[in-house]
């Protein structure tokens, strides 16, 4: 008599221990089939949105490149003890992040940022690395934090960072480079600007009130960050005893006096005008704070150094909501904002907000070697950068090579139309013999649905005649939706030309430009 088979098979438990599990055969138990379903807070990214990230990425490389940056790649995991105390969610080794045991017993996190990682690579080559090092980076982090709207877990990030260089001259020419990356992916000044600000000024003003110790001044920093979003009044409660949001989750607040909180406040309302017009403003908050006093200077050194180099006020503004969130930053920040204008298809107008920033962290690479080494760097994220010039209409469909479908009309003639495919692609186009099966309905419907800018055929007659039929499927669409006389169309065929076999290639280009200006 036949028995179930009982091999075991290793499954791991939530607590992610594995255990020995007997797996029964498949006639005696339904098998079981995973539901698809996709993690909360992950997306799936495909098509043009990919193309508009690389796009994005290729456009800031070429900048960091032309600057003298070297291109690095860390890896996707780091030990956790190399985060440590700088886990967004503070120091808790599987929080904030996604971390896991490994082997030997060690927590490893994926990375949640590119500096961090940065800050190991440093102190494990220091010896062996040209100082000042100028890296960039762009590549995926993960995040384990509350998702929502635009608000994923896992997102590429592009950094740009220079190890050490102290003064804040090193920070001015990150602050430039980040609005030269806004430029050279097609804004204009005035559609952007970006927000500087140093964190020993904000020190200098909790000096003045009483209210500088580390834990305090960690939530203030968090309210302070959130000013965009939550605005004065939701500010206000983080500031104070504490705020709870639409879920109902509480967060606790810095526990700041009214006098406290409305100090803190007018810091915030210190921005407009001239860069040098802030830093007067500033003065009186700080009082005779030492930490305060150094980062007005600061600030006044980049104005010069801006100044000199040709990044004025309509480019770089100095802010002091900008705080940033991370706790490792150590003077001046700064973050990138679109201004330029764009609209939902209801008329409302897009809020975009800030699409990147970085600052001054000299602290990180001193928690492996003991030894201060000064560093500054810019981050924007991928994503939503991309996302936002899409809906500017500067990165996006208009940035990809035109589509080319070879449709398959004989079945013993694959050879011909995959060389018919290869010879666009030689062309500069991009290009697919189709593969699939079907009919010619069929495989026409699937070149719409890939918006093809053309269709290439060469059927019995054609090939026997020595012609190639091109189908111009953008005009096409175009005419058919304003067409009255089924019967004039069928006749007429006025999105198809038929051309000579050896001028069918520079037929498809001059149909492929009535649309696209990149071929």
Not at 74 to 103: C, I, M, Q, S, W
Not at 321 to 348: F, I, N, W
Request: hydrophobic share 40%; charged share 30%; with cysteine.
């Amino acid at each position: 008599m036949k028995t179930a088979d009982t091999r075991p098979i290793a499954c791991f438990t939530g607590a992610g221990r594995q255990q020995i599990k007997p797996e029964t055969s498949m006639s005696a138990k339904k098998p079981f089939r995973p539901k698809a379903r996709r993690p909360r807070g992950f997306e799936d990214r495909s098509g043009s949105v990919l193309r508009a990230e690389r796009h994005l990425v290729e456009t800031a490389s070429r900048i960091y490149d032309d600057w003298g940056f070297e291109p690095l790649q860390t890896p996707a995991f780091e030990f956790a003890d190399a985060l440590g105390k700088h886990l967004p969610d503070e120091d808790r080794p599987n929080e904030g992040v996604f971390a896991l045991e490994d082997d030997d017993g060690q927590w490893l996190s994926l990375r949640y940022d590119h500096t961090a990682p940065l800050a190991r690579f440093v102190a494990e080559n220091f010896q062996d690395l040209n100082k000042p090092y100028r890296r960039y980076q762009a590549g995926d982090v993960w995040r384990n934090e509350k998702p929502g709207p635009g608000r994923f877990r896992q997102f590429v990030q592009c950094d740009a960072d220079t190890v050490g260089a102290p003064g804040p001259a090193a920070d001015a020419e990150m602050i430039a480079l980040s609005a030269e990356v806004m430029r050279a992916v097609g804004l204009a000044d005035g559609e952007y600007l970006i927000r500087v600000n140093d964190r020993r000024i904000l020190d200098g003003v909790l000096e003045s009130i009483g209210a500088a110790e580390p834990e305090r001044r960690l939530r203030v920093l968090r309210a302070a960050d959130k000013l965009d979003r939550l605005g004065r009044d939701g500010v206000a409660d983080l500031l104070g005893a504490g705020r709870k949001d639409e879920s109902g989750d509480f967060t606790q607040g810095a526990g700041l006096d009214l006098k406290g909180v409305e100090t803190i406040l007018a810091f915030l309302d210190s921005s407009g005008g001239s860069r040098g017009e802030v830093i007067g403003r500033l003065e009186p908050l700080v009082g005779q704070s030492e930490a305060g006093r150094l980062g007005l200077a600061a600030l006044g050194e980049i104005d010069n150094v801006l100044t000199a180099i040709g990044v004025g006020d309509n480019r770089a503004v100095f802010d002091p909501s900008v705080v940033r969130g991370l706790g490792y930053y150590t003077g001046p920040v700064y973050e990138a904002e679109l201004l330029a204008a764009a609209h939902y298809d209801d008329g409302k107008p897009i809020q975009f907000g800030s699409v990147g920033g970085g600052g001054r962290y000299d602290d990180l690479v001193a928690r492996f070697t003991g030894q201060a080494v000064p560093a500054t760097g810019f981050s924007f994220g991928v994503s939503r950068f991309a996302a936002a010039l899409a809906a500017l209409g500067r990165v996006g469909a208009g940035q990809e090579r035109p589509l080319v479908i070879v449709i398959a009309a004989e079945k013993d003639q694959s050879a011909r139309y995959l060389a018919m495919a290869a010879e666009l692609r030689a062309a500069g186009f991009r290009a697919e013999a189709f593969a699939g099966s079907g009919n010619m309905g069929k495989q026409m419907k699937y070149a719409d649905r890939r918006g093809a800018v053309a269709a290439v055929i060469i059927g019995s007659d054609e090939r026997e005649q020595g012609l190639v039929t091109i189908k111009d499927l953008k005009l096409g669409a175009r005419l058919a939706a304003e067409i009255s006389d089924n019967r004039e169309w069928r006749e007429e065929q006025p999105a198809q030309i038929t051309v000579a076999s050896d001028a069918w290639v520079e037929a498809v280009r001059v149909v492929a430009r009535r649309d696209d200006k990149t071929v």
